[in-house]
Nanobody
Framework: QVQLVESGGGLVQPGGSLTLSCAAS??????????MGWYRQAPGKQRDLVAA???????NYADSVKGRFTISRDNAKNTVYLQMNSLKVEDTAVYYC?????????WGQGTQVTVSS
């Protein structure tokens, strides 16, 4: 079983920046074997993929965040990050971390990001 703990959310003004972190742990858990992703869910909307990174550090981004967000991972620290720049009001959502391998995924509890003036 994989445990994921997100941190780094908060309130930021439009145009500002935040960095989210997700620390992963678990019994016999090998972080580098997992694809890691950040998803977000705004009120009344479905949960959507924001960015993902494989164990080989291949990345994938939603079109709405390309050029503004950067996903990275530190396999020595079992941690994945989401650097968010040029934040917009529409980026407001609960951001969730996901760890996936062999068709199975685990979720963190989420962290709130609010972009507002």
């Amino acid at each position: 079983q994989v445990q994921l703990v997100e941190s780094g959310g908060g309130l930021v003004q439009p145009g500002g920046s935040l960095t989210l972190s997700c620390a992963a742990s678990g019994s016999r858990f090998i972080f580098s074997l997992y694809a890691m992703g950040w998803y977000r869910q705004a009120p009344g909307k479905q949960r959507d993929l924001v960015a993902a990174i494989t164990g080989e550090t291949t990345t994938n981004y939603a079109d709405s965040v390309k050029g503004r967000f950067t996903i990275s991972r530190d396999n020595a620290k079992n941690t994945v990050y989401l650097q968010m720049n040029s934040l917009k009001v529409e980026d407001t959502a609960v951001y969730y971390c996901n760890a996936a391998r062999n068709g199975f995924g685990s979720w963190g509890q989420g962290t709130q990001v609010t972009v507002s003036s």
